[in-house]
């Protein structure tokens, strides 16, 4: 047969029992790359803290507990919570859900409209949004505190029109990093959404629409349930690296803006950072994020079956 396996046989029986072989390269890349670096950070977390820099190789849990107990300052007295590094983890995770929903607003009417122009539209629109993304991130960073500081364009574009008296206090606060990471991560919202409502049938809202359906109950009964994929999907790509980010909190923002990302780059800083408290904060973030991939893997398992 014409473009057939050699030897008259299918495509399936070449490649049966041949499986490892050909996943090995990505298990090793996967292992080198990913678990080795996860398992070396699992390790520095329960090792002592030197007192001029760097780890001695004991192994305790005294990281998790300067993380989660106050002791006092001499570590003397007894234990109570340590709220300050739980206030922090607490200002990431809603910084990181409001930046997922301010894309989700923005990213599904963008992802729609794109995906409803004609093809040679829709190239245009998709390299305009991915245009910006070809700079790297420190210098959109850098460039967006340029714009929103007191003496910058926004400013004096606001003062020139009269729409302001003073200057608009804008860096080190918590606009200015919800700004830093909606700029930053919307792509990552509305292209897996535009992917979606590509593929999507628009004969079913025309059905909709015949059976006397409004738009708000086409949207949500009909339209949302087959893009979900891509909502997901684009909720877990922005909300994931926004939860760990630390350049925007860092330029951005402040001492009262700080987040978990600025926390363990902090702890890895110079040769007197805390190593295994870093690493320990590390491994509570991933904790916390495996945990958020595993109940929407498990929800999703649910709605299949």
């Not at 390269?25 to 990913?34: C, K, M, N």
């Not at 505190?145 to 302001?164: Q, S, W, Y």
């Not at 015949?210 to 339209?223: E, F, N, Q």
């Not at 001492?255 to 702890?267: D, N, R, Y």
């Given at each position: 047969m014409a473009g057939g396996a050699p030897g008259g046989a299918s495509k399936s029986e070449i490649y049966k029992g041949n499986g490892p072989k050909l996943l090995l390269p990505a298990w090793l890349f996967i292992g080198v790359f990913l678990v080795m670096p996860v398992a070396i950070m699992a390790i520095y977390s329960f090792l002592t803290k030197e007192f001029r820099g760097g780890v001695i190789w004991e192994f305790t849990l005294a990281a998790y507990d300067q993380f989660f107990l106050d002791r006092g300052l001499f570590g003397d007295e007894p234990p109570s919570i340590e709220w300050t590094y739980i206030g922090i983890f607490w200002r990431s995770i809603w910084q990181a859900g409001l930046a997922t929903v301010l894309c989700l607003l923005i990213g599904f009417p963008t992802a729609w409209f794109i995906a409803t122009?004609?093809?040679?539209?829709?190239?245009?629109?998709?390299?305009?949004?991915?245009?910006?993304?070809?700079?790297?991130?420190?210098?959109?960073?850098?460039?967006?505190?340029?714009?929103?500081?007191?003496?910058?364009?926004?400013?004096?574009?606001?003062?020139?029109l009269g729409v302001i008296d003073t200057p608009l206090a804008l860096v080190n606060t918590n606009f200015a990093v919800q700004?830093?990471?909606?700029?930053?991560?919307?792509?990552?919202?509305?292209?897996?959404?535009?992917?979606?409502?590509?593929?999507?049938?628009?004969?079913?809202?025309?059905?909709?629409?015949?059976?006397?359906?409004?738009?708000?109950?086409?949207?949500?009964?009909?339209?949302?349930?087959?893009?979900?994929?891509?909502?997901?999907?684009?909720?877990?790509?922005?909300?994931?690296?926004?939860?760990?980010?630390?350049?925007?909190?860092?330029?951005?923002?402040?001492?009262?803006?700080?987040?978990?990302?600025?926390?363990?780059?902090?702890?890895?800083?110079?040769?007197?950072?805390?190593?295994?408290?870093?690493?320990?904060?590390?491994?509570?973030?991933?904790?916390?994020?495996?945990?958020?991939?595993?109940?929407?893997?498990?929800?999703?398992?649910?709605?299949?079956?």
């Amino acid at each position: 047969m014409a473009g057939g396996a050699p030897g008259g046989a299918s495509k399936s029986e070449i490649y049966k029992g041949n499986g490892p072989k050909l996943l090995l390269p990505a298990w090793l890349f996967i292992g080198v790359f990913l678990v080795m670096p996860v398992a070396i950070m699992a390790i520095y977390s329960f090792l002592t803290k030197e007192f001029r820099g760097g780890v001695i190789w004991e192994f305790t849990l005294a990281a998790y507990d300067q993380f989660f107990l106050d002791r006092g300052l001499f570590g003397d007295e007894p234990p109570s919570i340590e709220w300050t590094y739980i206030g922090i983890f607490w200002r990431s995770i809603w910084q990181a859900g409001l930046a997922t929903v301010l894309c989700l607003l923005i990213g599904f009417p963008t992802a729609w409209f794109i995906a409803t122009r004609d093809v040679k539209a829709r190239s245009v629109w998709l390299f305009l949004i991915t245009v910006p993304y070809w700079v790297n991130l420190l210098i959109r960073t850098v460039s967006m505190k340029f714009l929103i500081r007191d003496t910058g364009p926004l400013n004096e574009f606001l003062l020139a029109l009269g729409v302001i008296d003073t200057p608009l206090a804008l860096v080190n606060t918590n606009f200015a990093v919800q700004l830093g990471l909606f700029y930053s991560y919307l792509p990552f919202m509305v292209l897996p959404i535009y992917a979606a409502v590509e593929r999507y049938d628009f004969s079913m809202s025309e059905a909709a629409a015949d059976l006397y359906a409004s738009s708000w109950a086409t949207l949500r009964l009909v339209i949302l349930p087959v893009v979900k994929p891509g909502i997901v999907a684009g909720c877990i790509l922005v909300f994931v690296p926004s939860l760990g980010a630390f350049l925007a909190p860092d330029l951005l923002g402040g001492a009262k803006t700080f987040m978990i990302g600025s926390l363990i780059e902090e702890q890895f800083k110079g040769a007197a950072g805390n190593w295994p408290f870093g690493a320990a904060a590390s491994m509570i973030l991933l904790t916390i994020v495996m945990g958020v991939l595993l109940v929407h893997a498990r929800a999703q398992t649910k709605g299949e079956r």
